[in-house]
């Protein structure tokens, strides 16, 4: 349906690459956006859908979690199962679980249009308990490795189903807020890692523990879905009207259900049922948006912020700083800037925010190469380096963080939306992978002050690409961004 835009009005045309003519792309194309709105309508009540949200973002503090799950008590679990100093052996533990979730993140498209997102989130939660009680009770590396890589799957399938989940149940005002509680989630997640890691130092085995302690929130996300209202969008694209316009009245409430499915018939030109083909993501019609969102997960990833949450015990143990106090301290960095976001989404915007995110993670990124170099005295090196990744995971959480999950599902057609997400979101567990595994390795061989600048170039570059690429979206409804990137008969 996205295949015969008209040449004004298309953000991402095949053009010829010039820069002006895409930079008049992206204006165009928000005024467009600006103008589309032909009914005012009142804002429909948050309170209906935010318990729906809530339980989704179970997914994304299991994220969280099992990001940091490994952090603190690392070096005890190398101890235990024997690799103690082996580095890539450390690192296949952290990063085996983002391989995993690849492959559960590049289903995740196929699942949630198959069986709805519901069950979706279902299935999500049976590896994650699996994969983690596995971890939990090993005794050796094998048996580590195989039980992160299950809930891997389980982690690359929930937080792609949750973006679309959100995005497909809020109410547009409060979309960029509750698009944003994905990101808290994540942060709670990784706090709670950190703070039940704290006793690992004195308690022998503890770290078992913490692995075992996540299948909990993994179960309730299984059976509070039972409760929780279906997406009216999946319902619809299956042809059940009637069922997508009664979660509608769950979510919006009566009066807003009758225009919500006005809007997404006139979205509805008879081949949302049609098979998506991997191809068609890649050459086809859509190749261009994919790309974009393809460009800014993989921008997100290589601007280093996973290292900072896998290694950052490493990295401030050798800066002499308390491994469990800089973590707790990179937690609540993360959660405030995630709270910051939470206001400022549908007030100031995304491109706004994602703009000046990573402009700050560069900067954040330059205080710290400049940390690392020698030519400081040590006490000036320490508060470099350790306020430096503070402002980094800071700003990273105001924009960077929380944007282009939401971003990408609001402007992605109903058509292609769930497996367009899977493969970006796929694309970002690749690099999340690739830096997990290779970060200490290259600590190792280029020192930090050479790999943070690394870092500082890719936050630029996304400077640059989000300026050039990135269309507002604020305020609007999922049918009303997608009818104003429809041909205007």
């Excluded at 994905?182 to 078992?208: D, H, M, N, Y």
């Excluded at 319902?235 to 009758?258: D, I, M, N, P, W």
């Excluded at 400081?376 to 924009?399: I, K, Q």
């Amino acid at each position: 349906m996205w295949g015969h835009y008209r040449e004004n009005s298309f953000m991402y045309k095949r053009t010829p690459s010039k820069d002006n003519s895409n930079m008049e792309d992206v204006e165009a194309n928000s005024d467009l956006l600006d103008n589309c709105m032909g009914k005012e309508t009142s804002n429909p009540s948050w309170k209906r859908s935010l318990p729906h949200v809530l339980v989704a973002t179970i997914s994304s503090f299991l994220f969280g979690y099992h990001l940091g799950v490994v952090n603190e008590p690392l070096e005890s679990i190398s101890l235990d199962l024997g690799f103690h100093g082996n580095t890539l052996a450390e690192g296949l533990v952290v990063s085996i679980c983002l391989g995993g979730a690849f492959f559960g993140c590049l289903l995740s498209g196929w699942i949630a249009d198959g069986v709805g997102r519901r069950r979706a989130f279902q299935l999500s939660a049976l590896p994650m308990i699996v994969g983690a009680s596995m971890s939990a009770a090993t005794n050796n590396l094998f048996g580590m490795l195989v039980g992160r890589l299950i809930v891997g799957t389980g982690l690359g399938l929930g937080p792609a189903v949750a973006a679309l989940y959100v995005t497909e149940v809020s109410p547009a005002f409060v979309r960029g807020t509750y698009g944003a509680f994905i990101q808290i989630a994540t942060c709670f997640g990784i706090l709670g890692s950190l703070f039940i890691g704290i006793p690992v130092k004195e308690i022998s085995g503890w770290w078992r523990v913490c692995f075992g302690l996540s299948t909990i929130p993994a179960a309730i996300l299984a059976l509070a879905m039972v409760f929780c209202a279906e997406s009216p969008h999946w319902l619809y694209k299956q042809g059940r009207t009637a069922e997508a316009e009664v979660e509608f009245e769950r979510l919006l409430g009566v009066s807003e259900a009758k225009f919500a499915i006005s809007q997404l018939s006139k979205v509805d030109r008879g081949d949302d049922t049609d098979t998506v083909k991997f191809s068609e993501l890649l050459h086809g019609h859509h190749s261009k948006v994919v790309f974009i969102g393809s460009t800014l997960f993989a921008l997100q990833q290589l601007s280093g912020i996973n290292a900072v949450f896998y290694f950052s015990s490493t990295v401030f143990k050798s800066a002499g700083v308390p491994s469990d106090v800089a973590n707790v301290c990179i937690g609540f960095a993360n959660l405030t800037g995630s709270i910051i976001s939470t206001v400022l989404m549908d007030k100031l915007g995304r491109k706004v925010l994602l703009f000046w995110s990573f402009f700050g993670m560069a900067i954040s990124m330059i205080i710290q190469a400049t940390g690392a170099s020698s030519l400081l005295l040590n006490t000036g090196a320490l508060y470099l380096s350790v306020g430096g990744m503070l402002m980094f995971v800071f700003t990273f959480a105001l924009g960077a963080g929380p944007v282009p999950g939401l971003l990408l599902t609001e402007i992605f057609p109903s058509r292609i939306r769930a497996k367009a997400m899977a493969f970006c979101m796929s694309v970002h567990w690749v690099c999340n992978f690739l830096v997990g595994l290779l970060f200490l390795r290259l600590l190792e061989k280029l020192g930090p002050q050479l790999l943070y600048s690394m870092f500082a170039t890719f936050c630029m570059m996304a400077v640059i690409f989000v300026k050039r690429n990135v269309v507002e979206t604020k305020g609007k409804s999922l049918q009303e961004i997608e009818i104003a990137l429809l041909p205007q008969d």
